[in-house]
C-alpha cells in the first residue's frame, strides 16, 4: 500500500510542478501536461526511485530523476506541444524544479517505502567492515591457589 500511497504522491507533485512550468510559462494545454506528468511519475518512479533510489543515495536519483524528466519532456514535448514552445528552455525548467521536489520525495520513500534503506543496506556483512570488537575480563586460573602453606 505504501507503493500505491508514494506513487499518487509523486504523481500529483510532477504534475503540479509541470502545470504551473509547462502550462504557466509556455502556455502548454492541460492534456498535454497530463501525458507528460503520467509518463514521467511511472518511469521515473520505478527507475529513479525503485531501482537506483533503493541502490544508492539521494543524490544519485535526484540526478537520474533529473536526467528522465528532461528527456521525457524534450521527447513527448516535440511531439504535442505547438512549434513555438522553446522545448529546451521547458524542458530544463521542468527538470530542474522537478528534481528539487524528487529531494523531498526521496526523503519520505527512504522512511515510508524503503525503510530499510542506507548507504550499504544490501552489504549487511560489511556494517562492521573495519571495525573490530574485543572483550577484556578477567581469567581464572583453574589450579587452586596455595594461599596457606602448612
Known amino acids: 500500500m505504501h507503493y500505491v500511497k508514494a506513487l499518487l504522491l509523486k504523481w500529483v ?3 503540479a510542478i509541470l502545470w504551473i512550468v509547462l502550462g504557466g510559462f509556455f502556455g ?3 492534456i498535454n501536461i497530463f501525458t507528460i506528468g503520467v509518463l514521467v511519475t511511472g518511469i521515473s ?3 529513479g526511485d525503485l531501482l537506483i533510489l ?3 543515495e539521494n543524490w ?3 540526478i537520474a530523476d533529473f536526467v528522465l524528466t528532461f528527456a521525457i519532456v ?3 514535448g516535440a511531439m504535442l506541444f ?3 514552445v522553446p522545448l529546451a528552455t521547458a524542458s530544463f525548467m521542468s527538470a530542474l524544479i522537478v528534481a528539487i521536489g524528487e529531494m523531498f520525495f526521496h526523503g519520505y520513500m527512504m522512511k515510508a517505502v524503503l525503510p530499510d534503506h542506507s548507504g550499504d543496506q544490501h552489504h549487511p556483512s560489511q556494517h562492521h567492515k ?3 570488537q574485543t572483550e577484556f575480563g578477567e581469567e581464572m586460573d583453574p589450579r587452586p591457589t596455595r594461599l596457606h602453606r602448612k
Request: hydrophobic share 60%.
Open 82 to 84: 505547438a512549434p513555438i
Open 13 to 15: 507533485m510532477v504534475t
Open 130 to 132: 573495519g571495525q573490530v
Open 54 to 56: 533503493s541502490r544508492s
Open 45 to 47: 518512479y520505478l527507475v
Open 60 to 62: 544519485v536519483a535526484t
Open 28 to 30: 502548454v494545454s492541460f
Open 74 to 76: 524534450w521527447l513527448v
